[in-house]
């Protein structure tokens, strides 16, 4: 059983940063693969990052592609979303997931991929 507890979300104006922190609890944190996703008020969730376990191989949306940067460390049971010139339209609720992997490369673009997921952290970007 894994428990995810997201922090860091907040209001923010339009160009600053946040960065975004997932705690873990439970064993072999070191072999889930995480992400990050958002979900807009009345749109679907999206994805936005991932990382592998090993943290070698990581992705992002393209909407977020050279602003965002997610990142593990393994030894603190935690996953980071660092997000750079923020826009409005990054306004979201900000999801962590988790999955076992047995790939040290694996990555997961879709929330049904995840098992576990945490409770988000609300991220509001003021223009």
């Known amino acids: 059983q894994v428990q995810l507890v997201e922090s860091g979300g907040g209001l923010v104006q339009a160009g600053g940063s946040l960065r975004l922190s997932c705690a873990a609890s439970?064993?072999?944190?070191?072999?889930?693969?995480m992400g990050w996703f958002r979900q807009a008020p009345g749109k679907e969730r999206e994805f936005v990052a991932a990382?592998?376990?090993?943290?070698?191989?990581?992705d992002y949306a393209d909407s977020v592609k050279g602003r965002f940067t997610i990142s593990r460390d393994n030894a603190k049971n935690t996953v980071y979303l660092q997000m750079n010139s923020l826009k409005p339209e990054d306004t979201a609720v900000y999801y962590c997931?988790?999955?076992?992997?047995?790939?040290?490369?694996?990555?997961?673009?879709?929330?049904?991929?995840?098992?576990?997921w945490g409770q988000g952290t609300q991220v509001t970007v003021a223009s």
């Open positions: 990382i592998s376990w090993s943290g070698g191989s990581t």
């Open positions: 997931a988790a999955v076992w992997a047995s790939s040290r490369t694996t990555v997961l673009y879709t929330p049904r991929d995840y098992y576990y």
């Open positions: 439970g064993r072999f944190f070191s072999s889930y693969a």
